[in-house]
T-cell receptor
Framework: DTGVSQDPRHKITKRGQNVTFRCDPI?????LYWYRQTLGQGPEFLTY????????KSRLLSDRFSAERPKGSFSTLEIQRTEQGDSAMYLC????????????FGSGTQLSVL | AQSVSQHNHHVILSEAASLELGCNYS??????LFWYVQYPGQHLQLLLK??????LVKGIKGFEAEFIKSKFSFNLRKPSVQWSDTAEYFC????????????FGRGTQLTVWP
C-alpha cells in the first residue's frame, strides 16, 4: 500500500499517560498534516510540516501536544498527560508542495482515554 | 473566521432517489472547495474539488457539485444514489497556498436503503 500509513490504528490509555502516534506519508510528499476528529464532527486541523519544518500550529494544539518530523519523512504526534477530552481520531494527511491537487488522508489512530 | 456549514446531518434515501447535500462556507478570500467521502471503516477520500473555472464540477462515482459564489455554497448532487453510496460526506474549504490546511464541515451521514 503506497498511501498514508498511521500506527497504531487504536490506542487505549489511562488518563495521565503519554501516548505517541506515528504517520508515514506518501513517499514523495513533503507536506504533512495532522488533524483531529471527534464523534459527530468533521476533522479539525492541528498542525502541518513542510519537510522537517513545522509551519503552522492550531490553537487546538495545547502545550501537552507535540509533533515532530525530524528527517522530513515520517512524523510523530505525542500527547503528554492525556485527558479524557483527548479521546478522538487523529488523522494524518500528506500532499506534495507544488502542483497540489489534493490531500491524501490516512485511516487514523483512534485514541480512547479512560 | 473561516467556517463550513453542512445543514443536513443525516439523510436517508431509497436507491435511485436523487441527492443534494448542502454546504455553505465563510472564508475571506479566494477559496478552494472539496467534498470528501468516508465509507465505513475507511479513510477520507476525495470526491471532487473546485479551484477555478467552470463552477459545475464532476467527480468520481457520478457525483457533481456546483459552486455558487454569490451564495457561498458548494452543494453536492447525484441524480440516482446507490446502496454503496452509504457513507459520511464532508465539505471542506481551503485558501491561499496551503491547500492542505482544510476547514471541514461536521459531515452528513447518508444512508441509502436498497
Amino acid at each position: 500500500d503506497t498511501g498514508v500509513s498511521q500506527d497504531p490504528r487504536h490506542k487505549i490509555t489511562k488518563r495521565g499517560q503519554n501516548v505517541t502516534f506515528r504517520c508515514d506519508p506518501i513517499s514523495e510528499h513533503n507536506r504533512l498534516y495532522w488533524y483531529r476528529q471527534t464523534l459527530g464532527q468533521g476533522p479539525e486541523f492541528l498542525t502541518y510540516f513542510q519537510n522537517e519544518a513545522q509551519l503552522e500550529k492550531s490553537r487546538l494544539l495545547s502545550d501537552r501536544f507535540s509533533a515532530e518530523r525530524p528527517k522530513g519523512s515520517f512524523s510523530t504526534l505525542e500527547i503528554q498527560r492525556t485527558e479524557q477530552g483527548d479521546s478522538a481520531m487523529y488523522l494524518c494527511a500528506s500532499s506534495p508542495e507544488t502542483g497540489i491537487s489534493q490531500v491524501f488522508f490516512g485511516s487514523g489512530t483512534q485514541l480512547s482515554v479512560l | 473566521a473561516q467556517s463550513v456549514s453542512q445543514h443536513n446531518h443525516h439523510v436517508i434515501l431509497s436507491e435511485a432517489a436523487s441527492l443534494e447535500l448542502g454546504c455553505n462556507y465563510s472564508y475571506g478570500g479566494t477559496v478552494n472547495l472539496f467534498w470528501y467521502v468516508q465509507y465505513p471503516g475507511q479513510h477520507l477520500q476525495l470526491l471532487l474539488k473546485y479551484f477555478s473555472g467552470d463552477p459545475l464540477v464532476k467527480g468520481i462515482k457520478g457525483f457533481e457539485a456546483e459552486f455558487i459564489k454569490s451564495k457561498f455554497s458548494f452543494n453536492l448532487r447525484k441524480p440516482s444514489v446507490q446502496w454503496s453510496d452509504t457513507a459520511e460526506y464532508f465539505c471542506a474549504v481551503s485558501g491561499g497556498s496551503t491547500l492542505g490546511r482544510l476547514y471541514f464541515g461536521r459531515g452528513t451521514q447518508l444512508t441509502v436503503w436498497p
